[in-house]
Every structure is written in C-alpha cells, then in structure tokens.
T-cell receptor, first 112, second 115 residues
Framework: AQTVTQSQPEMSVQEAETVTLSCTYD???????LFWYKQPPSRQMILVIR??????QNATENRFSVNFQKAAKSFSLKISDSQLGDTAMYFC?????????FGKGTSLLVTP | DGGITQSPKYLFRKEGQNVTLSCEQN?????MYWYRQDPGQGLRLIYY???????QKGDIAEGYSVSREKKESFPLTVTSAQKNPTAFYLC??????????????FGPGTRLTVT
C-alpha cells in the first residue's frame, strides 16, 4: 500500500517570507513520481512541481522548489518570496502506476 | 485552448435520483480519472480509464458508474446506491505509457449537492 502524509494541516506566512510544507510518503516501488498540487479558493487543482524518483537533483520551478530525500521518503515544498496569490490548499501526491495517491493537504495562508 | 471541461459547475439533485457529471478533454490524453473530494480530505479515486472502452474501479467505486466510448469523454454517473453523494467531484487526464501515468491535469470540478 502507498501512503502520503502531510503533518501540517494549516500554516501561515507573511508576504515575501519563505515557507516549507512537509510531506512524507511510503511506497515499495522503485520507480515513482512525486508532485505538489495547489488548490486555491476557486478549487481548480494546479500542478506546481514534479520530481522523478530516479533523479537526485531537486526540482525547481521559479519560486517553488523541493527537498527530495529518497532514503527518508520525504518530499517537502519550499515557497520563496511568498505572495498573496499563494494562499491555497497544497497537496502532495505520489504516482507509481495508474493513479495518484494524495495527502490530506496543508492549508497555507499568506498574510500582508 | 487545450484543457479539461466539466459541467455543470453546481448540480442539485433529490435523493434517489441518478445524476451524470460530464468531463471532456482535448489534450489528446490517453487516461482519464474521477476523484471525489470531501472537506478535510485529500482526493480519493473513484474510477479511471487508460483506453477507450476500458475502465477500472478505484478506491471508492461503489455507487458510481462510468463509460469511456470516446477518448475525449469520461462521464460519471452517481447512482441512487451511493450513500453519501454530496461532494466535490474532480475529473483529470494524463498521458499513460506502459500502465504508468504521468502528471495529471484537472478540470474545474463539479459541486454536487443531494438533498
């Protein structure tokens, strides 16, 4: 069985600061992908970043970067220079076959 | 513009009625998925389809049915057998190679309320 755990139900950060969202996972597969999705109040799910398990280099997309620790099965998301538009639910997800397994999400509030 | 459309955005039904949620994609993706989202929960997989005329049950398929007659379309029917159908439903699609699907792209969702 595959599981994804997000241990921080809610977080807040001030505008322009940096915040890190945590995610741990469990899988017995050797080939898998990890993703972070953002769900703003509109409820549209938006892909933020992806990481292939076979790649050692951490993925980066503009202000978003990950810290992928394969041995520890940890996949955290760092948001730099936080903006008000980053306020959203953030979901960590694991894919090792046909479908995604999602964590329960972290609600991030960016304050002025 | 390529994307995934779901209709309607809001849907209201009386208990005991079947209802069908629409999902269409023009991304030429092979695989399509239906998820259910409840408050405080992540997304849970209802059904998925990797090719036309074939689909598999996900984790919570009871009370739901699907069809995949065209590559672009994957409608979901919520039947009267679904005990707690009020939820937010998300459709997604992705490329799928060798049984492995890559990042999924989501539609805007349908909020179903059954009273």
């Amino acid at each position: 069985a595959q599981t994804v755990t997000q241990s921080q139900p809610e977080m807040s950060v001030q505008e322009a600061e940096t915040v890190t969202l945590s995610c741990t996972y469990d899988t017995s597969e050797s080939n898998y992908y990890l993703f972070w999705y953002k769900q703003p109040p509109s409820r549209q799910m938006i892909l933020v970043i992806r990481q292939e398990a076979y790649k050692q280099q951490n993925a980066t997309e503009n202000r978003f970067s990950v810290n992928f620790q394969k041995a520890a099965k940890s996949f955290s998301l760092k948001i730099s220079d936080s903006q008000l538009g980053d306020t959203a639910m953030y979901f960590c997800a694991l894919a090792s076959g046909y479908a995604l397994n999602f964590g329960k999400g972290t609600s991030l509030l960016v304050t002025p | 513009d390529g994307g995934i459309t779901q209709s309607p955005k809001y849907l209201f039904r009386k208990e005991g009625q079947n209802v069908t949620l629409s999902c269409e994609q023009n991304l030429n993706h092979d695989a399509m998925y239906w998820y259910r989202q409840d408050p405080g929960q992540g997304l849970r997989l209802i059904y998925y389809s990797q090719i036309v005329n074939d689909f598999q049950k996900g984790d919570i398929a009871e009370g739901y049915s699907v069809s995949r007659e065209k590559k672009e379309s994957f409608p979901l029917t919520v039947t009267s057998a679904q005990k707690n159908p009020t939820a937010f439903y998300l459709c997604a699609s992705s490329f799928a190679v060798g049984g492995f699907s890559y990042e999924q792209y989501f539609g805007p969702g349908t909020r179903l309320t059954v009273t």
